[in-house]
């Protein structure tokens, strides 16, 4: 991210740690971060899920790290929350993000190429409400590229120069404050948030690079910039300066706001869902190892044969003195495996209406009579949200506009397609095939069907592919396995 506009002022080496510094969070940051671990974890897959480790996979009584870590590697994870995510933050972008109203000239161009980094208004706009499904909130900055101060506002309209707008991950703005204005309102007057930048490193040859991590200071009318030590947890201030934005240009995207700055994820419900399918279903498969395998069970041998051992083979004969002895096979009853079975099929029953829920329509009539005739004025959370990222990329261009000495046009406006959801009669349909599903009375493929003929998921989705994208197959296979286990007298600890 460049420098705010216009000048900076020179390097200043004074070093402040963490606990009480620059890149010290508020509080209020902290009590989000919980909620965000999980979020992140399940957006990273399998991998991440097993680098997590025992923070979502608990090591049993008496488990052995040696165990616990060939249980951990053969966990996987089904990406209901993962998938989830994806479809609904592709709806609103299945069509191009419109504007109405003519754009001061110098903004002209930041439609097709928003950031300076070739992404267009409508990637732009989905990757901030990406964010606001995953974290319940997203950011915008507005910025503009460092001039030095030596250009007019004239000069720079004639070279091109203009604002434009970046994203800053939820997690990375660790700290804001706010002054009360006379309306009541709250107007923001600092922000704090981490860069990350690949720099080259000197003396280790053409390629050698380093990440290293910053900390900006964004206020009204200055700003600075922190560099954090190697090695350490201080920061150093490395430059700082003024720009000609009378406030902070940040515009905040709410999806499920909890207080000024801060939300909850709102499908949080769905990723601890997710999470106890990850659970439940690394048990399945610790158990379908050992049910897999008979154990060899021996009584009445003495020591010396005992010591002897015993070779299993087609060709081998095991004989003892004892005519008491005996040697057989315990092999698991099957019932544990049943039981988990129908827990990972209720799971991902649950997970899929919560994944809906979004998209049903609502209104504010309780009655059935009066949602009947209401149903012109239904909308669901999703059509709620792209209304509040439509506003939230209006106030984005004001700032910009402001920015550059001008106003934003009176009829400009942001446009984003929100034709969609789930009726509320297709929600009772939708409730009756999950039943039926839940059932066994159709198959998944059936049921994805009957979810697309209703319009909740789009044509061009093929069906099967989405049941080999989630897993089905492989619970199928393991399904299969299971009704193949020998059920037996054993009840031990495999179950």
Avoid at 233 to 248: A, C, I, L, M, P
Avoid at 272 to 277: P, Q
Avoid at 298 to 303: F, I, P, T, V, W
Avoid at 473 to 485: F, R, S, T, Y
Wanted: charged letters at 30%; proline letters at 4%; glycine letters at 8%.
């Amino acid at each position: 991210m460049s420098n705010l506009r216009r000048n900076h002022l020179p390097s200043i080496g004074m070093p402040l740690g963490m606990k009480d510094g620059v890149a010290k969070p508020t509080d209020a940051y902290y009590g989000m971060l919980p909620k965000w671990q999980l979020i992140d974890d399940l957006m990273g897959g399998t991998l991440r899920m097993r680098e997590a480790g025992r923070t979502w996979l608990p090591m049993e009584d008496r488990e052995t790290a040696h165990n616990y870590d060939n249980r951990l590697q053969r966990s996987y994870l089904y990406g209901a929350f993962k998938d989830t995510i994806q479809k609904l933050s592709a709806k609103p972008f299945s069509k191009p993000v419109a504007t109405s109203g003519d754009l001061p000239e110098q903004m002209q161009d930041m439609i097709d190429n928003i950031d300076y980094r070739k992404r267009d208004l409508t990637q732009f706009a989905r990757l901030i409400f990406e964010d606001g499904l995953k974290y319940g909130v997203g950011h915008v900055l507005v910025d503009f590229p460092m001039t030095g101060g030596n250009l007019s506002l004239g000069a720079e309209r004639a070279y091109g120069i203009r604002p434009y707008l970046c994203r800053i991950a939820p997690r990375d703005l660790i700290a804001w404050k706010t002054e009360r204005q006379a309306d009541g309102s709250e107007k923001l007057i600092q922000i704090r948030f981490i860069e990350r930048r690949t720099e080259y490193v000197e003396g280790e040859g053409q390629f050698g690079e380093e990440v290293n991590e910053y900390i900006r200071v964004i206020e009204p009318k200055r700003w600075e910039l922190w560099k954090k030590q190697a090695d350490s947890e201080e920061y150093f201030k490395v430059d700082e300066g003024v720009h000609s934005f009378d406030g902070v240009p940040l515009a905040t995207f709410y999806t499920a706001q909890d207080d000024y700055m801060t939300a909850n994820p709102p499908l949080e419900d769905l990723a601890w869902l997710n999470l106890a399918h990850w659970q439940s279903l690394s048990d399945q498969r610790n158990i379908l190892r050992f049910a897999r395998i008979g154990i060899l069970f021996a009584s009445g041998l003495d020591e010396e044969e005992i010591e002897q051992g015993v070779t299993v083979g087609a060709s081998q004969l095991i004989s003892s003195t004892n005519p008491e002895a005996k040697l057989q096979y315990v092999e698991h009853s099957g019932r544990a495996i049943g039981a988990g079975e129908d827990d990972l099929k209720r799971l991902e029953d649950r997970m899929e209406v919560l994944g809906l829920q979004p998209l049903v329509q609502t209104t504010g009539n309780n009655t059935a009579t009066g949602r009947a005739m209401d149903e012109a004025r239904t909308h669901s959370n999703i059509q709620s949200w792209i209304r509040g990222l439509e506003n939230t990329l209006q106030t984005a261009f004001e700032h910009a506009s402001e920015w550059i000495g001008g106003t934003l046009p009176d009829d400009f406006a942001i446009d984003i397609f929100n034709d969609f959801g789930v009726s509320l009669s297709a929600t009772d349909d939708v409730k009756a095939l999950i039943t039926m599903k839940q059932a066994g009375l159709i198959q998944h493929q059936t049921f994805l069907d009957e979810i697309k003929r209703r319009g909740i998921i789009a044509d061009q989705i093929d069906a099967q592919d989405e049941i080999e994208a989630i897993g089905e197959e492989a619970l199928a296979d393991m399904e299969a396995l299971a009704l193949q286990v020998p059920i037996e007298e054993d009840e031990g600890d495999d179950e």
